[in-house]
């Protein structure tokens, strides 16, 4: 009877997939295979920017053909979560938002745009290096979803700005 189940479940699977009309965004007829390659990042000035841009490129390919710049500005805080009868902060949650637009290089024209908001938490210990050490991971984390965030709402927005 499990075996039954199993191949029916796989079976219904592969035909709701086959039919439904996926495709990769980045495939040859995906809707975002113009933005590969050619958004232009504004530079880095800080951490946070050099790691927000380190990930944009990785998910939208160093610009080598650039028809796009993307600019943006990040807003972090971190807020006391965690905290101990002895009033020992604990846990922290680190809150990021970064607005975005993106331009056409040619005409300067703002294609699209928007803020990208999102948080990550870091526990904090006796030993500062430690908790030093998980801060800092913390923010990157958070650009790495900021970043996510920012390309989803690229990929799609792109067929208002794309060909």
């Known amino acids: 009877m499990l075996s039954l189940n ?21 495939g040859p007829t995906g809707s975002a295979q113009g933005l590969r390659g050619s958004v232009l990042v504004d530079a880095p000035i800080d951490k946070n920017s050099f790691d927000l841009t380190k990930h ?3 998910r939208l ?3 080598t053909d650039p028809r796009f ?4 500005l990040i807003e972090t805080s971190i807020d006391p979560l965690g905290i101990t009868p002895n009033q020992e902060t604990t846990r922290y949650n680190v809150l990021g938002e970064v607005a975005f637009a993106l331009r056409d290089l ?9 803020v990208a908001k999102n948080f990550t938490s870091f526990g904090a210990t006796s030993n500062p290096v430690s908790t030093r050490t998980a801060s800092e ?13 920012i390309t989803e709402h690229l990929i799609l927005n792109s067929g208002s700005f794309l060909p």
């Not at 219904?12 to 495709?23: D, K, P």
């Not at 991971?137 to 965030?149: C, K, N, Y």
């Open 137 to 149: 991971a913390a923010f990157e984390r958070l650009m790495i979803v900021l970043g996510d965030d």
């Open 106 to 114: 040619n005409t300067q024209n703002v294609l699209t745009e928007g």
């Open 56 to 58: 944009l490129e990785d």
């Open 69 to 72: 710049g993307l600019s943006y």
């Open 6 to 26: 199993r191949r029916f479940f796989c079976l219904s699977a592969t035909a709701l997939a086959s039919g439904c009309g996926f495709e990769p965004v980045y």
């Open 61 to 63: 390919g160093r610009a």
